[in-house]
């Protein structure tokens, strides 16, 4: 087992709800000295302040990550150019930079090029989330059980990978290293289609509800309930997801059409065999969900408190 690694300083460029979990899991576990706290809006950063989320609160990112060994940008993904760019002359030699965006080859493109000699640039991807936001949202159990992907570049150090990779396991995440084209393909269909159709499903079932919205709501079964709650994800985030994992997307996309075509030709003809045969396969591809510890097999219609949880809400 990997040593529990300790920074002394680490930044934390936005503190949304994988942020706040992290500065609490950090506090909690005593991993750094000092917890560097930035966002943009002043309301926020107050917000965070009155949470004691950390040991230091700045607007500025250049001021957050001065001498930070390690800096982790938790802001939506297409602000990370901009933000690699504003901090690039202040971070420190030997600092670990990383990520928790849900997309990866974006990442490198924007932020790689605006990376000094002697810093060791890690993106990474905690696969754990709810579908709340804001500092307020974030609780130090998030990452208990679940993934984080890590996707380096080519020629990063692999004691700086390691001491990263010790980092989220320290706070209960198990770790894989991945190439991030693949990343993006295997979240495509993980994560990224399933927002995205319950996006849309939501949104169609509001262009019927002109007449019925009553009916529409009252009326809401488990399944439609479930969809209700991805769709209630952070929309600027999943806006940029959509916008920088675009090829992967509409790869899955086309897949899930030509799938979705089949099934209706199967319902349309009266193929019960046919049906139950996909069925079938699916459900079992749901139990090995629950059998890899992703789920737990309670039905838990209600969505009780803290129950629910969207595995890439970032």
Known sequence: MAETPHFQRIALIGIGLIGSSIARAVK????ADEIAVQTRREETLERARALDLGTSYHLSAEDAVEGADLVILCAPVGAYGAIAETISGALKPGAILTD???????????????????VHFIPGHPIAGTENSGPDAGFPELFVGRWCILTPVEGTEETAINKLG???????????????KHHD??????????????????????????????EVIKFSASGFRDFT??????????????????????????????DLSALQRMVRNGDGPGMQALFTRTRDIRRNIIEAGQDTPMPDFGRGAGASKDDDAE
Request: net charge negative.
């Open 28 to 31: 909690a576990l005593g991993l």
């Open 100 to 118: 928790v965006g849900s997309v990866k080859e974006y990442v490198v493109d924007v932020v790689a090029p605006h990376v000094p000699d002697g």
């Open 166 to 180: 010790a980092f989220w396991s320290a706070m209960g995440s198990a770790v894989e290293v991945m190439e991030c």
């Open 185 to 214: 393909l295997v979240l495509a269909i993980t994560s990224h289609l399933p927002h995205l159709i319950a996006y849309n499903i939501v949104g169609t079932a509001d262009d019927l509800a002109g007449v019925t919205k009553s």
């Open 229 to 258: 709650r991805i769709a209630a994800s952070d929309p600027v985030m999943w806006r940029d997801v959509f916008l920088t994992n675009r090829e992967a997307v509409l790869e899955m996309l086309g897949r899930f059409s030509e």
